[in-house]
């Protein structure tokens, strides 16, 4: 469990302490400082929840175990440093944050039964977790029949609104249309090869990908899909070559990322000559550390969030991330969004000034977080965020270097037109 | 297809189609090498070979970076030294495997089954504790990257064929040590008849033991050769496995001949319906032409004729 330790020394330890307090002003921002006393333990939590005098118990359900941790590793550091941080500043309503984690061992049905165990025997007052929409899927009758609240992190393919569920990552439509207008606008790009990892999310978002390709009036040469795990590239990668397309949008996963750029690159197709040019939705800095830097740099990347952004918000988080886990390590899209969940909870809970899931509820919508890495967020009415989308290349350190971002936040439509 | 394109273009995707055939017939020799040799002459059926060929790949990562931290000089040459030293450490852990698990096994290889995919399990969490969750990235030498421009179109990537030719090499090797050695026709007795041949004087149990460790050490070999086309990470050799059983089963259980034939079959008729027709749907075909097959030959493509 190497991974899940962090790395403390009493210097880091002391150097947290120094970052929580030099953090103390900024509360005044958050709504000064808040007295356990003055919100009595019956008046917030009027429905039985994990909540004490001066404690209040979450839940965070991720797989440390199986094939998911490769992924999920990184959004769990990312919520413990969130929890610490808060609880830094003197935590929720008073309360300090203790958390329960469980692993769901990259296994849906266990995330089911981890999570009833959160919510009916831990009576947890929120869970930051799940990673796979399979996962989430697992668990979603779960949360909506105990009426629980779940933070989830990861980027994914929409077509869900569940009032049980705040989307801290990009849905579909905000990760993908922005993608295509700028290499549609900058690059010049008039064809595009469409490839995925085979099942929902890849194929959903090149669904939207490819309507949104047909209304700029430009041209999808193929589109195709590869079993998860697939590791021979060859045969695509000819057809790719044969059709000569301006652009290849691919959306391949897991094991099968590293395989991918490795025979792209071992083919002859030099990514920083953009002939044809890569634009990926799946590569955060996560998967180039198994890609390794040299094999994709000169890629694309659409999504909201890399951890070269340069902001204040993003530098003061990329420190303490690195104090609390290493100076190793690197943080992708989806750890920086399962850092947004146990914030979002927190002004939820101040907002709403009870612990109570129904009003934590009703307080999200409208939440502003302006200390977000990634600039600035707000939550929508439909639980989703309002972000903004940015395009990254990826150079050969293994980080991205940020060519564009949209202008304005941009508004999650998780249910786009003709996909219902 | 052709319509719109040249001749030029079109044979030269030809001879390149071919080419990445080859290539995935020698991945899926290389991957089934090892388990041939243990599934074919032992009768056991290793699950956790894909754990076997990850060893083989992390034994690369380590390599890696112990060579860029202390000699730098050896890099481009260092991939030899990790493929040898994949071999040692793989083929150490099988013959450790077989000593305290498998040779209490071999009169219920059914059991085995459950036993080894135990261990795989088993595997993978360790390699998790000790390497971490997240996959590793292992550097390669500058020479093995990229590709040889034939033409303007046909490019042919170095990876494959150092892979190719490693292939050439092992499964070399194997039939050699197999078929032209005393060891290797101490092993066939023993799988002919393992009472007589303990009878004649051969011992049969040290000959279980190192025909289990060659097979994972091969498979050690194939995890590190991997490493220039896939991912390393603890469950990336489960990436493998069913390919792997796949090529084994259907060339004929006990005929290496048979592996590397049943390899070549699956591998081009793989490698050209993916190129006409989407990848999943390829698989999906490659796996029903395999399974009507077996249904006609339930024994696989080569079967030895022995008495049971």
């Excluded at chain 1, 991720?62 to 769990?76: P, R």
Aim: overall charge negative; charged content about 15%; aromatic content about 10%.
């Amino acid at each position: 469990m190497s991974d899940d330790t962090p790395r403390k020394s009493p210097i880091a330890t002391r150097r947290q302490v120094l970052a929580g307090i030099s953090a103390l002003p900024f509360m005044g921002m958050l709504g000064g400082k808040v007295n356990a006393a003055d919100y009595p333990t019956a008046e917030v939590n009027t429905t039985g929840l994990a909540v004490t005098d001066d404690k209040v118990t979450v839940g965070i359900l991720h797989s440390v175990t199986g094939t998911m941790a490769i992924s999920e590793t990184g959004s769990v550091q990312a919520e413990k440093l969130a929890i610490k941080q808060i609880n830094d500043m003197g935590g929720v309503l008073g309360r300090q944050i203790d958390f329960i984690q469980e692993d769901g061992a990259s296994d849906w049905p266990t995330f089911a039964e981890k999570a009833k165990k959160l919510l009916v025997q831990d009576k947890v007052a929120s869970v930051m977790g799940c990673w796979t929409s399979a996962s989430r899927k697992a668990v979603l009758p779960v949360f909506e029949q105990y009426n629980g609240m779940l933070y989830y992190p990861t980027f994914y393919e929409g077509l869900e609104e569940s009032p049980n569920v705040i989307y801290t990552g990009q849905e579909a439509t905000q990760q993908i249309i922005a993608g295509i207008d700028w290499v549609a606008q900058n690059k010049g790009a008039k064809s595009f090869y469409l490839l995925g990892s085979d099942y929902i999310w890849p194929r959903t978002s090149n669904k939207i990908a490819r309507k949104h390709i047909d209304k700029l009036g430009l041209e999808v040469v193929g589109e195709e899909y590869y079993p998860l795990g697939h590791t021979q590239f060859n045969s695509v990668i000819n057809k790719i070559k044969l059709r000569k397309p301006d652009v290849i949008y691919a959306i391949v996963v897991g094991g099968s990322n590293v395989a991918f750029y490795k025979q792209l690159k071992a083919a002859g197709i030099d990514m920083t000559k953009e002939k044809p040019l890569l634009l990926t939705i799946s590569v955060t800095e996560d998967e180039i550390l198994g890609i390794g830097g040299e094999n994709i740099v000169g890629a694309y990347a659409c999504m909201k969030y890399f951890q070269s952004l340069p902001n204040d918000n993003n530098a003061e988080f990329v420190k303490a991330f690195k104090e609390m886990w290493g100076d190793e390590i690197v943080i992708g899209d989806v750890t920086q969004a399962a850092y947004l969940g146990p914030w979002l909870w927190k002004m939820a809970v101040e907002k709403a000034g009870s612990f109570d899931i129904d009003k934590v509820r009703e307080a999200s919508p409208g939440i502003e977080f302006t200390k977000a890495p990634e600039g600035y967020v707000r939550i929508h009415e439909n639980h989703h965020l309002w972000s903004k989308t940015r395009v990254g290349h990826a150079l050969d350190d293994g980080q991205y270097e940020v060519v564009f971002e949209t202008e304005d936040l941009v508004e999650p439509d998780p249910f786009p037109e003709g996909y219902q | 297809m052709i319509g719109d394109y040249t001749l030029v273009e079109f044979s030269s995707i030809l001879a390149m189609q071919g080419f990445a055939g080859l290539i995935l017939f020698s991945v899926f020799v290389l991957m089934a090498l090892g388990l041939a040799i243990i599934f074919g002459q032992m009768g056991v059926i290793n699950m956790a070979h894909g754990e076997f060929m990850i060893l083989g790949a992390y034994v690369t990562w380590l390599c890696s970076h112990f060579v860029t931290a202390y000699v730098p000089a050896l890099f481009p040459i260092y991939f030899f030294i990790a493929m040898a030293l994949a071999f040692l450490a793989s083929g150490a852990l099988g013959m450790l495997v077989e000593w305290a698990m498998i040779r209490h096994l071999y009169k219920r290889p059914l059991d085995t089954l459950l036993a080894t995919w135990g261990l795989s399990l088993i595997l993978q969490q360790l390699y998790r504790s000790v390497f971490g969750a997240r996959e590793v990235g292992v550097s390669l030498p500058d020479w093995m990257m990229g590709s040889i421009a034939l033409t303007d179109i046909i490019e042919v990537p170095i990876n494959g064929i150092f892979v190719m030719v490693l292939t050439m090499l092992i499964s070399l090797g194997v039939f050699i040590l197999m078929f032209r050695s005393a060891w290797g026709r101490r092993v066939r007795a023993v799988v002919q008849n393992r009472a007589m041949a303990g009878a004649v004087g051969i011992n049969t149990k040290k000959v279980d033991r190192v025909t289990f460790g060659l097979g994972c050490g091969v498979a050690g070999v194939a995890g590190s050769a991997f490493t220039m086309i896939g991912s390393t990470g603890p469950t990336a050799g489960q990436l493998y496995i069913v390919d792997t059983f796949l090529v084994v089963v259907f060339g004929g259980a006990a005929s290496l001949i048979g592996t590397i034939a049943s390899a070549f079959t699956i591998s081009q008729a793989q490698s050209t319906m993916e190129f006409f027709m989407s990848g999943s749907m390829a698989k999906v075909l490659t796996l029903l032409t395999v399974v009507g097959i077996l249904m006609l030959r339930p024994e696989g493509l080569f079967t030895l004729k022995m008495r049971r």
